[in-house]
């Protein structure tokens, strides 16, 4: 990788973490979270939910192959990273941690963010921005 393409994925890799994005005005309050709680367990019984606040919606900037791919899988090209992990049932993340989502399988009311085995409960409103893929799975 030449020294300008090293610069290049950095800036890309700050600007997914550093600049804010577009406000996105879903996720549930957190006087509604064990409401939605509840609901994510009767919807999803085989998965744990993890909730998170201070989150960022990522519209993964992906090439049609991969895309093609993503859908085959039915997989949507969409990631959350979460500053704050407030709960997670699978006891993976305490609370304060970080998280970086997998890609999204079904988004339902508003706030319920469904990965391939997580459920990931959003609270409060969030930021909404595209990232590359190579930065979004830079993070593990």
């Given at each position: ?12 890799t700050s600007s997914a973490f550093c600049n804010k994005g577009d ?118």
């Amino acid at each position: 990788m030449s020294p300008l393409d090293s610069l290049d994925k950095l800036e890309r890799t700050s600007s997914a973490f550093c600049n804010k994005g577009d406000h996105f005005d879903v996720g549930c309050s957190e006087d509604d979270v064990e409401k939605y709680r509840a609901l994510s367990h009767t919807l999803i019984l085989s998965k744990k939910v993890c909730i998170v606040k201070n989150w960022l919606w990522w519209d993964i900037d992906v090439p049609k192959n991969t895309l093609d791919l993503l859908t085959q899988n039915r997989l949507h090209p969409v990631m959350v990273k979460a500053d704050t992990v407030i709960e997670d049932e699978a006891g993976r993340f305490h609370y304060g941690d970080w998280v970086r989502t997998s890609f999204l399988t079904k988004f339902t009311d508003n706030c319920i963010f469904e990965t391939k085995n997580t459920v990931y409960l959003l609270v409060g409103s969030g930021m909404r921005k595209s990232v590359s893929l190579d930065v979004a799975l830079s993070l593990f």
